[in-house]
Structure formats: structure tokens, C-alpha cells
């Protein structure tokens, strides 16, 4: 992509940092590279994936946020193969499914125990990127590269994409109708249409540290961990690989919030569960005396923060902004190559995700749809599901949100059209803006809703365990009270403890609720249970 291939070449930045990793527990850094050296090693795989794969052929991705990950990314846009990220939180069925088709992986050590934990090892041709990473490099552009002994006897292998568009560079997973997921096919056009909107609504400075705590796998932190920074001559931090990316197995929200404290960094996309956890630690420093924004970063200013992947809870937006921490939150998805709208710095209204992206045209259908036409769109799917999103024949992206738009354009999305829950009694709810309200709760971390056919909504909450199961009832009940409409108040609450083999089961790594799964282990006993007494 042209202003990243202008950051990586710009000759002022050569000897600045590009990558550095650090202790997640006091920010020190343990290890760096430079434009330079990032960019000798991106040239050095690049010319050994050409000697495996030609233009066109999808190569696995297999590996954590590493430095590693970072150069195999851009060697694959170098050398024009469409880049297939894989998430090492997949199940070896999901994995399975998204490696379909691909004859090479580019591992790092962490990717390469993974593909053999998944059984998918074998038949595949595996690239080390530690092997081209390690020799370090002198910043000059090579043309050749040192082989490997995988590279002994190398050719090319795979098959190009058949009728691809010509300008696919990725393929995104997202979630299909069974457990499988579905690939969505990206443009380089499209990618550079984001980045082009992104950048200017920025300001200046704001990717100077930026620090990745989401996996790589996910679109929007490739944009904006390693295409956004590169392009401004930022610096990308990354937690050393003991550190449980948010959304992984292990993962917890306690370590959020300590790396934002320790880390220093000038940018961030956080998930909303971290977004509720800030405002009640900024809420409790406030009253100790303390002032949050030192509690919260180790610094007098805020870095500037942004969020999105499932609803945000307004109430912890208000209060956060309120202290003087803005919090951008933002709507997009895989098929718009991710940001559709997004909350610009200084103009932010707590309960909407902003205007679209000057790339970006949104219109609202029947039943209050969502629907986007840009430059950034999709060029399809690999498979077809009913999850698909369809395109009509005048070009609009029928995105299955509902949403409204106010007076001065900002979009605020009310809910999934198939989510929209149907009481017994008739009444329509959207469980999203229930659960955005109950996650403002201070016993709760994490609501997910339910009542499609019941009399009343149910409430899933998971806690932090330091209350007891009657103590979470009673909160809940005062503040939806308080909060919530009396149709809109569950009547029921079931508690669990928030643990992270219990987010890896019911939680996507954007920290979407697996509905249908949460229904049928956690809800569905419930309810047997209480009927039967």
C-alpha cells in the first residue's frame, strides 16, 4: 500500500523504532526493531514467499503479535498473495476451516505449536518468519534473502484465488451459522480508502506509542497497530508473549488495566468491557481523592482511546468524558474493511458511534436497517451462509444492524435485526441496549439478555466474584430500577463468575455472546431448574 510502503522507505525514519516489545508488568522493553530493520527483513521474506507461492495464492498466517507477525503481514501485501490471519484462540475446526486452500503458512513459535496442537501441520509448507526477523539487517533493500532449510528445495505450490477481484489482499474470518467460520475477501483499495479517512481526523502525535492488546487477526488492529502508525512514523508496542491478549484464553480485564497504567502509550482499541472497567476505576479514584487520569495511565493526559466490536455502555462514556478521558466509540465490520463511523476527537456524543467516514454513504432501509455503500467495500465471501450480508444491485451493504441517524448525521445502532427479541406478551426489545445499560452496573462486568418467547427478560451478568450471588441480585434489581424501563427490567438474574475459560466458551474475541450457546448451557438449565421448584 502506497503511504505504507512511503513510511517504511521514508529515509529520516530508518533508524527510529517500529516495534518494540515490553514487560506487561512494568512497561520495560525487552526487545525493538527498527524502520529499517523491519523493512530489510519484509524484503528478505517476500523474495522467499516468491519462491513458493505466485501472486494471487492464499498463505496461512499463524502467529501472535509479535514483531514476527508484523513483517510476514507486510511481506505478504509485498508479495502480492492474499494474507489468510489465522486467530490461535480457533478451535482446530474453526482453523480448519479458514486454512482451507492454503499449501503455506508463515509461522512464528507460538503459530508453529499451534498448527501442530490443531493437527494442521502436515501437508503444509511452513516459513519460520523468526528466521528472517532475527538477522537483525542494515536497512538496504535486498533483492535476494538467506534460504532456509525449508527453502531447499523450494516452488511454487497452491493455487492462486480463483476469480478473486484483482486487488484481494486478505481474507478476514467472521462468524458463519455453524461453528465454521466464513472468509470475507479485502481489497488493498479498500484498506487504503480507511486509511485515508482515518488519518484525517487524527491528531498529530496520537500514534507516537501505540499499544496492540486485541490480536492481530482482527482487521481493525491491523489498520490501526501497523498500517496507521507507519505512516507517521509511530511506534508500535506489544506485550511480551506470556501476556493473554484481551479475548484469548487467560485473558483478564485486571491485566487491561495494568498494562494501560505501566505501558505509556499515546493510543489504544479497547474492547467495552474494558471501556465499563476504566469508568468504575476512575469512579472509585474520584472518590479516595485521587486523580483518574493518573490512576488510570500513570500520566497527567489521557491517550486517545477508541472502541468498538459490540456496544458500549453510554453511562461509562458520560462519566469517563466527564473527567476529561474521551472514549471514541466506532461501528464498522469486516465486510467495510471494518470503520464505517467513528466519534472524532472533540466531537463525541456518548450513545452514538459518530458520522460515517468521509469514504463512507449510510442510508436507513426498511426495518430501520443499516445500510453502507463506500469504497471500502467487500469484494464477497469465500462461502456462502444465510449470515452473509448481501449487496444490492445499487450497491448498498445490507448490514443486518438497525439503526437511526440524528439531526446532525450521527449514527446510533439500536440493535441486530435477527438479536431483536419478541416476549411473550409481544413486546420487542433489543438486547443490546438492555445489556449496554446493565454493564454501567458496578457489580457487573459483562450482561448478556434473553427473552425471546418468555414472559420477562432474563439477565446472564458475569461478576467479579467479590460479591455474593444475592448481594449481584439485589444490585442489579435496584439499578435496572433506576436505569431501565419497567418492560425493559430482567426479571430474573443469573450469576456467573467472570473467568477466562468461561469468556473463551461464550465470548468472540471481539466480545460478542455466543447467544444460542450461553442459551442452551447456562440459561435453559436455569430456567428447568427454577420451573421445576
Known sequence: MRSVEAGLNNPEWQDRVLVEVADPTDGRVVSSRTYGEIRAAR???????????????????????????????????????????????????????????????????????????????????????????????????????????????????????????????????????????????IRRSGIEALQESLHGMLPTGALDRYLSMVPFSLLIEQVAAVYMPITVGGTLRLLAPEAALLGTAGSRVEDALQWLRVMGLSAAVLPPVVVSALAKVAGQAVAAGREPVQELFGSATAPLLMAGGAPVATEALESLAAL?????????LS???????????????????????????????????????????????????????????????????????????????????????????????????????????????EAVVFGDGLEHLVALVLTDGTLSDDQVHAEVAAYSAQALAETDQPSRTIVLRDEPALRARYFTVTGRPRRDLLFSEQVQPHLALAAAH
Not at 476529561?324 to 464498522?332: A, K
Not at 409481544?426 to 445489556?435: C, D, F, H, K, L
Request: proline share 6%.
Open 335 to 445: 465486510e467495510n474493511t471494518s470503520v464505517v463511523a467513528w466519534n472524532r476527537p472533540g466531537d463525541v456524543v456518548p450513545g452514538t458511534v459518530g458520522r460515517p467516514l468521509p469514504h463512507c454513504e449510510v442510508r436507513i432501509g426498511e426495518d430501520s436497517e443499516l445500510l453502507v455503500k463506500s469504497a471500502s467495500l467487500f469484494a464477497g465471501y469465500t462461502v456462502e451462509d444465510p449470515t452473509s450480508r448481501p449487496l444490492d444491485d445499487d450497491g448498498w451493504l445490507h448490514t443486518g444492524d438497525r439503526a437511526e441517524l440524528d439531526p446532525d448525521g450521527r449514527l446510533r445502532i439500536l440493535g441486530r435485526l435477527k438479536n431483536m427479541i419478541i416476549t411473550g406478551f409481544g413486546r420487542n426489545i433489543s438486547p443490546e441496549w438492555v445489556e449496554g445499560r446493565l454493564r454501567s452496573c458496578p457489580a457487573v462486568r
Open 43 to 185: 524484503d528478505r521474506f517476500a523474495a522467499r514467499l516468491r519462491r513458493w507461492v505466485a501472486p494471487g495464492t492464499p498463505v496461512g498466517l499463524v502467529a501472535g503479535n509479535t514483531p514476527e507477525w508484523v513483517v510476514a503481514d507486510l511481506a505478504l501485501l509485498t508479495a502480492e498473495a492474499v494474507e489468510v490471519p489465522v486467530p490461535l484462540a480457533f478451535s482446530a475446526e474453526q482453523a480448519g476451516s479458514l486454512l482451507a486452500g492454503t499449501a503455506v503458512c508463515l509461522v512464528d513459535e507460538q503459530g508453529a505449536r499451534r498448527l501442530v496442537e490443531w493437527g494442521l501441520d502436515a501437508g503444509r509448507v511452513l516459513l519460520h518468519i523468526s528466521d528472517d526477523v532475527a538477522d537483525g539487517g542494515s536497512g538496504e533493500n535486498t533483492d535476494g534473502g538467506a534460504d532456509t532449510d525449508a527453502d531447499a528445495d523450494a516452488h511454487i505450490v497452491g493455487e492462486p484465488l480463483q476469480g478473486r477481484a484483482a486487488d484481494v489482499v486478505k481474507i478476514i474470518h467472521t462468524s458463519g451459522t455453524t461453528g465454521a467460520p466464513k472468509g470475507v475477501l
Open 324 to 332: 476529561g478521558i474521551e472514549v471514541l466509540e466506532g461501528y464498522g
